[in-house]
């Protein structure tokens, strides 16, 4: 990867899909899909691939454009964050979908576990040699987290919900390393629910992240919010689970913090790690301005070296529209150029 500069800046994953692509609306009008949901796409199966090739080429251009220092596809193949993998593992009936909470307490259709998981093909890494055509910065590319997706499913073949997420990690480590090979920079796993369930993340969490993220030939990150901004209001100011990820073998951690008025002191709970400060609140419309952006970077640095300080959104970019997304990205770029200034870097 080449060298990057001080506090560099990244999306967390997703960017806004085009409305010609995802039927936005519908989208949005609920927590992201566990299942797979075909009839969001507004582009007919047969072009469908076509389609999210050229909605991932915008994605790049954009984030080229704004001069973020590390890209993403923009997630542009998938209705969420973790259904699209979730539902390609073997192991899985696509047809009788299961039951679970999800972190609001609601009853939502999940894939519904029946036999053993395991990974048949490779879900992500086929696409990088687009990425790679399209941009020359290094690439980060997400993957859900094995303990949210053992969360986020209906277990009726393991004995336990550890056991579980276990198999889902084994999983997710076959996909990391074809990224890796793919030549993928970065792997980031998304691990919302350690935060929504800290007593079963104490359990078995970090055990299964590690063996999500063994073997990792390059930088590995690790994302953990309260939720989607568009979805979720009120948010704590304090992490039910963050010092115990320091233990994790994930080199990053991504938090959220703009929306939820983190207490930055809690940075030095995460003394072994580089973190990515979530800068953009993204439940508001209105882009930040630069200089807000870099205050709040400024008040990160106050108990957080910049050596090993990221500059990111709080989550996904996904249900923004995409001139609002645009607007904030090029915003958090250029309040990371101000504090580069006045630090000398």
Known sequence: MKTLPLLPTSLVGSYAQPGWLIDRERLGERLPPRVLLDALWRVPPEHLAEAQDDATVLALHDQNRAGVDIVTDGEMRRESYSNRFANALEGVDLDKPGEATDRTGAQVPVPRVVGPITHSHPVEAPHIALIRAHTDRPIKITLPGPFTMAQQAQNDYYPDEGSLAMAYAEAVNVELRALFAAGVDVVQLDEPYVQARPEAAREYAVA????ALQGASGP?????????????????PGYAFLSELDACTADEISIECAQPRLKMDLLKTLPNKIVHVGVLDLRDQTPETPELVAERIRQALEHFPAERLRVAPDCGMKYLPRNVAYAKMAAMVEGARIVRQEIGA
């Open 208 to 211: 299964a992240i590690d063996r």
């Open 220 to 236: 590995t990150a690790l994302h953990v919010c309260f939720g989607y901004g568009k979805h979720v209001d009120d948010k704590p």
